[in-house]
């Protein structure tokens, strides 16, 4: 299973974000939520977030490659957290297989 957290100053629906599983045939659940986020110069922001439960098993390269690329397209984001499995956890722009530099240019991750 992939566990997905989002925050985003876009406000999507749900369905919306559904629709882009849906499209690939990935089961997944979508709950909102409320998220503090740190910006530039240690201010703090609300945004709007998401946590999503994919259930199917996805190979991560496949997943940046399709799932990815539409989900920052929709909700204008560069960066998200993701847990794969039990292997790995971080930013999904340092996943799969980067443990010693970060690609990640918006937060320290």
């Known amino acids: 299973m992939i566990t997905l957290n989002i925050s ?3 406000n999507i629906d749900e ?3 559904l629709n882009i599983f849906l499209k690939l ?7 909102k939520s409320l998220s503090s986020v740190k910006c530039i110069h240690n201010i703090f922001t609300i945004e709007d977030g998401y946590k999503i439960y ?4 996805i190979d991560g390269n496949e997943f940046k490659e399709t799932i990815w690329k539409d989900l920052k397209k929709l909700m204008l984001i560069d960066c998200a957290f993701i847990q794969y499995k039990n292997e ?6 340092n996943w799969p297989g980067v ?6 240019k918006i937060c320290e991750c």
């Open 99 to 104: 443990f010693t530099k970060s690609n990640c």
């Open 25 to 31: 045939k990935i089961p997944c659940q979508v709950i």
């Open 88 to 93: 790995y956890m971080g930013c999904i722009l």
């Open 54 to 57: 994919i259930f199917g098993d």
């Open 15 to 17: 369905k919306e974000l």
């Open 8 to 10: 985003s100053t876009t």
